[in-house]
């Protein structure tokens, strides 16, 4: 008897404890654009960081901010003041040449990650520290945010 009372106790200890987990703060979903030099920033990465909240990223298109994620795909940036950086890097063709050496195949295209071309913006504008751009982000609205790159 005592061995089922164990049990139904630790069944019931794990049934109450299931599902619970750090609780994700709020977030609020963000659009906008950016211009750098007078025009739309073709592509990107932007960065978002809230103060003790997880960071949310997304992308520039054209111009225009999408996709900003910071749990679930486009579920915007945590509530609060949010420190914003901007990476941007030319595409980079890859010229493929027959070398004869097998293992080419198996190297990373040279825009792999983003990674490869040279930045775009000045490199301050990559570091949410030394890039001067904020944006409040607010409860319960879609947040539209505009930001203009010298």
Sequence with gaps: MKYYLGIVLLVTAVAMTAGCGPKR?????????????????????????VDDARP??????DGNIVDVTTFDKNDGVSIGLAKIAIVA???VEEIIADTGDPSAARRPPANYMGIGGRLILPPHYGNPST???????????????DLVLE
């Design 131 to 145: 890039s001067q751009l904020t944006a409040t982000i607010e409860k319960g609205k879609e947040n539209t945010i």
């Design 89 to 91: 890097r030319e595409e």
């Design 56 to 61: 949310a990223t997304g992308k520039i298109v």
């Design 25 to 49: 703060p709020p977030t609020a979903k963000v659009n906008g654009t950016v211009t750098y030099q007078g025009k739309p920033l073709a592509t990107g990465t932007i960065i978002f960081e």
